[in-house]
T-cell receptor, first 115, second 113 residues
């Protein structure tokens, strides 16, 4: 069965510092991978997605992620964090079976930004 | 383009009651999925609908059901509510591309007393 692991429950970084959030997945086929962000009391906003092709994908708000098949990883990065980036971040793998699909999420990483 | 909308945003019910939540997808999206989010279990897939047919179902009891209408709007229903059903219920829509990204609404926060 597919699964997603986000090993860091909580991360604190200073504003202006770089950020890397880790994500490892387990899936038997070529994965569809996503990163979402959730602010308190809100829904999930799509940051970026990987389907195929270039393993470095660019997203919104200055985020990028790199797909590494050999490590089953899809880590999210940002070169300079802003205070408004404080939120919870979810990595997800899109599971396709026949004509149906669903997302399996990691447990999330809460990002705190200090000024 | 308008995003996914969900109504109501907040709901308080008592044990044993039933509840119906509504979701309107992004225009042109025909797939609607539902997820439950709780602090203990995280984000869990409930079901997916496409062209009024349930294509996929998560591991939830039969008290959880849903449907989709011809205009792609979807509803989910929870009968005989339990305290553990208190959660944020998220609806997502996706374009007609297999494995495509899902776009989420703001959610309905359900509190069962």
């Amino acid at each position: 069965a597919q699964s997603v692991t986000q090993p860091d429950i909580h991360i604190t970084v200073s504003e202006g510092a770089s950020l890397e959030l880790r994500c490892n997945y387990s899936y038997g086929a070529t994965p569809y991978l996503f990163w979402y962000v959730q602010s308190p009391g809100q829904g999930l906003q799509l940051l970026l997605k990987y389907f195929s092709g270039d393993t470095l994908v660019q997203g919104i708000k200055g985020f990028e992620a790199e797909f590494k098949r050999s490590q089953s990883s899809f880590n999210l990065r940002k070169p300079s964090v802003h205070w408004s980036d404080a939120a919870e971040y979810f990595c997800a793998v899109g599971v396709v079976t026949g004509t149906a699909s669903k997302l399996t999420f990691g447990t999330g990483t809460r990002l705190q930004v200090t000024l | 383009k308008a995003g996914v909308t969900q109504t109501p945003r907040y709901l308080i019910k008592t044990r044993g009651q039933q509840v119906t939540l509504s979701c309107s997808p992004i225009s042109g999206h025909r797939s609607v999925s539902w997820y439950q989010q709780t602090p203990g279990q995280g984000l869990q897939f409930l079901f997916e609908y496409f062209s009024e047919t349930q294509r996929n179902k998560g591991n939830f009891p039969g008290r959880f059901s849903g449907r989709q209408f011809s205009n792609s709007r979807s509803e989910m229903n929870v009968s005989t509510l339990e305290l553990g059903d208190s959660a944020l219920y998220l609806c997502a829509s996706s374009p007609p591309v297999l494995g495509g990204a899902q776009y989420f609404g703001p959610g309905t926060r359900l509190l069962v007393l």
